[in-house]
């Protein structure tokens, strides 16, 4: 592992890490749009599953389990499905194909972020559209590692209160970073032979160094201004992952 994997590595997580503390989400998607610009997105996704899957327990406990997988189980059986067996090319495939779809998907999810509009209640369609918004992310998700669109707006769709929300995406983060690990095959949570255990160490370190910064940081930071920095950086690497990709 080169001088410049060994320190970009740990910071990049340090800053998703922190990225997660503050906002409660936005660990893979961060790593990913970061690592992406500098490694294969099969390689940058074996290192965010470890991090992501640790950092996403703690968020998955609370109260409100047994109401969440009576209203939402359509949305993650789609989820869990489409990351498994989605026919369309995924981060293995060759050429500049990942790059450019993550890129397109952090342009979507970062504009999306800054405009905020608002999405009417789904109401009795609640579960085929949970469906429906399961099985697109699914495919984005076995495409990109990123598991965020359009699944996090259909949830906020859904006008939960906000402990609700929040154990809401840590489990369904966490139902897709299982599947995605599936999906690349048993050895996919230490990334083969593609890097070191060293550096899924200083990734999964860095990142709850992070995670206890930005707990720490999230009464001092105004919330509104970070998200909007936050989706504006989201646009501009997206922009410059197309642009690289042409």
């Not at 259909?154 to 897709?176: P, V």
Request: charged share 10%.
């Amino acid at each position: 592992m080169d001088t410049l994997w060994l320190w970009s590595i740990p910071l990049v997580f340090l800053a998703a890490g922190a990225v997660k503390g503050v906002s409660g989400m936005g660990l893979p998607t961060f790593s990913m749009a970061l690592l992406g610009l500098f490694m294969p997105a099969t390689t940058a996704a074996t290192l965010m599953l470890l991090p992501s899957l640790l950092t996403n327990v703690a968020q998955c406990i609370g109260p409100h389990a047994g109401d969440l997988w009576r209203r939402l189980w359509p949305m993650w059986l789609g989820l869990v499905a489409a990351t498994l067996w989605s026919p369309l090319p995924d981060l293995a495939s060759t050429g500049t194909t990942a790059r450019a779809t993550l890129g397109a998907v952090l342009v979507v999810y970062g504009l999306w972020g800054l405009v905020k509009p608002a999405l009417p209640q789904p109401g009795r369609f609640a579960l085929p559209a949970g469906s429906l918004a399961g099985m697109l992310s699914g495919v984005l998700t076995a495409a990109t590692g990123v598991f965020v669109m359009p699944m996090t707006p259909f949830l906020q769709s859904l006008r939960m209160e906000k402990d609700a929300l929040i154990q809401a995406l840590g489990l369904s983060f966490l139902l897709a970073t299982l599947a995605l690990a599936a999906r690349l095959g048993p050895v996919a949570l230490w990334g083969g032979s593609a890097l070191p255990l060293t550096a899924h160490a200083l990734a999964l370190l860095a990142a709850f160094a992070g995670l206890w910064l930005g707990a720490r940081w999230r009464q001092r930071l105004p919330l509104p201004v970070f998200q909007r920095a936050l989706f504006a950086v989201f646009t501009a690497l997206g922009l410059l992952m197309l642009a690289r990709a042409m």
